[in-house]
């Protein structure tokens, strides 16, 4: 089996070709994230051999290795993913069933956990909880006996972050391990909501990969469930149509944006927001280090001093355009890093609209490309003696063509 992975490649389904082998089964698998950036594994099956030949690097790669860098960029990638859709759903809901039913299918839908459910507790207990919200249970696993309990009795009872980082080995999970092994989940979350220190519910989220939960993404998760339970007592709030004249809403209002704020500071990704008109009014801690600047000289259209020359009238005019449109923002361009060094980097921002389609706010990430650029440059200056040294160790032929990426 030849298998050649090529990683985070911008439509790279348009950039390679295949000659045909003997009696080969070739398929493409492809995940699309947030920023549009695929991670494609070309996998050849054939008799002769088995070899793994990473197109991205100057040298071969262990699977461990390969898996490793993975994880690592699977991690970053899950957690902009949260950002944009946990703060989506912050902003849009509209009622506390509302909010967290989109809790739950954000969660499932767009960050690729298998299952996620909210219990509330019943009032006067200490540790019965009543489902009110759930996406991903295509198959009655929530209806199985203890399912809906386990393990968000023991976050409540315990007041705090219950992780089982394998079902299969826990003796915490015994009651449901059958039924949860059986729909392969292998890891489960369950995130105690409070409320002024008060517990009133538990948000639980079921993986099918091990890595998915790993302590960065857990700690990214209980950030975000404190924000949910901060936005439930808002919602609660009789009051929350007048804040302003409400000192206890405003104060909790106050600490959701602060909150909020903190996380959007220690993310990974560096993170910008942008008016209805286009002028740029955020730039997160990450984006002004890495800049070396004050945000006072990036605010509004300042940020274009930090841009290439020769890059700065495309950026202006495609900004220009989806401001006016309203369409997806996404565009590569050289940006000037603090210690004066020109690095390519991929741009994206999302229109956040209200009930009527009108755009109210742009969110916006970009991602460093420049070493994923030279390993590209650099890959395809000794393509020819790759494909060689391919060649002699199998009786079988591959050729692999991949077209140069825009400058």
């Given at each position: 089996?030849?298998?050649?992975?090529?990683?985070?490649?911008?439509?790279i389904?348009?950039?390679?070709?295949?000659?045909?082998?003997?009696?080969?089964?070739?398929?493409?698998?492809?995940?699309?994230?947030?920023?549009?950036s695929?991670?494609?594994?070309?996998?050849?099956?054939?008799?002769?051999?088995?070899?793994?030949?990473?197109?991205?690097?100057?040298?071969?790669?262990?699977?461990?290795?390969?898996?490793?860098?993975?994880?690592?960029?699977?991690?970053?990638?899950?957690?902009?993913?949260?950002?944009?859709?946990?703060?989506?759903?912050?902003?849009?809901?509209?009622?506390?069933?509302d909010?967290?039913?989109?809790?739950?299918n954000?969660?499932?839908?767009?960050?690729?956990?298998?299952?996620?459910?909210?219990?509330?507790?019943?009032?006067?207990?200490?540790?019965?909880?009543?489902?009110?919200?759930?996406?991903?249970?295509?198959?009655?696993?929530?209806?199985?006996?203890?399912?809906?309990?386990?393990?968000?009795?023991?976050?409540?009872?315990?007041?705090?972050?219950?992780?089982?980082?394998?079902?299969?080995?826990?003796?915490?999970?015994?009651?449901?391990?059958?039924?949860?092994?059986?729909?392969?989940?292998?890891?489960?979350?369950?995130?105690?909501?409070?409320?002024?220190?008060?517990?009133?519910?538990a948000?639980?989220?079921?993986?099918?990969?091990?890595?998915?939960?790993?302590?960065p993404?857990?700690?990214?998760?209980?950030?975000?469930?404190?924000?949910?339970?901060?936005?439930?007592?808002?919602?609660?709030?009789?009051?929350?149509?007048?804040?302003?004249?409400?000192?206890?809403?405003?104060?909790?209002?106050?600490?959701?944006?602060?909150?909020l704020?903190l996380?959007?500071?220690?993310?990974?990704?560096?993170?910008?927001?942008?008016?209805?008109?286009?002028?740029?009014?955020?730039?997160?801690?990450?984006?002004?280090?890495?800049?070396?600047?004050?945000?006072?000289?990036?605010?509004?259209?300042?940020?274009?001093?930090?841009?290439?020359?020769?890059?700065?009238?495309?950026?202006?005019?495609?900004?220009?355009?989806?401001?006016?449109?309203?369409?997806?923002?996404?565009?590569?361009?050289?940006?000037?890093?603090?210690?004066?060094?020109?690095?390519?980097?991929?741009?994206?921002?999302?229109?956040?609209?209200?009930?009527?389609?009108?755009?109210?706010?742009?969110?916006?990430?970009s991602?460093?490309?420049?070493?994923?650029?030279?390993?590209?440059?650099?890959?395809g200056?000794?393509?020819?003696?790759?494909?060689?040294?391919?060649?002699?160790?199998?009786?079988?032929?591959?050729?692999?063509?991949?077209?140069?990426?825009?400058?």
């Amino acid at each position: 089996m030849y298998r050649v992975s090529l990683y985070f490649l911008p439509k790279i389904e348009e950039c390679a070709s295949l000659p045909p082998l003997d009696n080969p089964t070739a398929f493409f698998s492809h995940e699309l994230d947030n920023s549009r950036s695929i991670g494609l594994t070309l996998k050849l099956f054939d008799d002769h051999c088995d070899l793994t030949w990473d197109l991205l690097c100057k040298s071969m790669h262990t699977q461990a290795e390969q898996e490793d860098r993975l994880n690592t960029e699977g991690s970053d990638r899950l957690a902009h993913t949260l950002f944009v859709n946990c703060g989506r759903v912050l902003a849009q809901a509209v009622d506390e069933q509302d909010l967290l039913q989109s809790v739950c299918n954000a969660l499932v839908n767009n960050c690729g956990f298998r299952l996620a459910w909210v219990g509330l507790t019943e009032p006067g207990t200490s540790n019965s909880i009543r489902l009110v919200a759930q996406a991903g249970d295509q198959d009655g696993f929530l209806q199985e006996p203890r399912c809906s309990e386990t393990p968000a009795t023991m976050a409540i009872e315990a007041s705090e972050t219950c992780w089982i980082k394998a079902v299969a080995d826990s003796p915490l999970v015994v009651p449901i391990r059958a039924a949860a092994l059986k729909r392969g989940y292998t890891s489960v979350l369950s995130l105690p909501l409070k409320s002024d220190g008060k517990l009133f519910g538990a948000l639980t989220i079921y993986a099918d990969d091990p890595g998915k939960l790993d302590e960065p993404i857990v700690e990214r998760l209980r950030q975000w469930s404190d924000l949910f339970a901060l936005r439930v007592k808002t919602l609660r709030s009789h009051e929350e149509r007048d804040l302003n004249n409400d000192l206890q809403n405003t104060a909790a209002r106050q600490r959701l944006e602060n909150q909020l704020r903190l996380i959007i500071d220690t993310t990974p990704a560096l993170i910008h927001t942008a008016r209805p008109d286009g002028y740029l009014d955020y730039f997160n801690k990450r984006w002004v280090e890495y800049l070396g600047v004050s945000l006072e000289d990036v605010e509004g259209w300042k940020w274009t001093a930090s841009v290439h020359p020769d890059d700065v009238a495309g950026i202006v005019d495609k900004w220009r355009a989806c401001v006016a449109s309203g369409e997806i923002f996404e565009y590569e361009t050289r940006v000037r890093r603090a210690d004066g060094e020109y690095r390519r980097m991929l741009h994206r921002k999302l229109p956040l609209r209200d009930q009527d389609g009108n755009v109210v706010k742009w969110y916006g990430s970009s991602i460093d490309i420049e070493e994923m650029k030279q390993e590209r440059i650099a890959t395809g200056s000794d393509r020819t003696v790759r494909n060689n040294s391919l060649r002699k160790g199998s009786s079988s032929k591959i050729t692999v063509l991949c077209c140069p990426m825009e400058q």
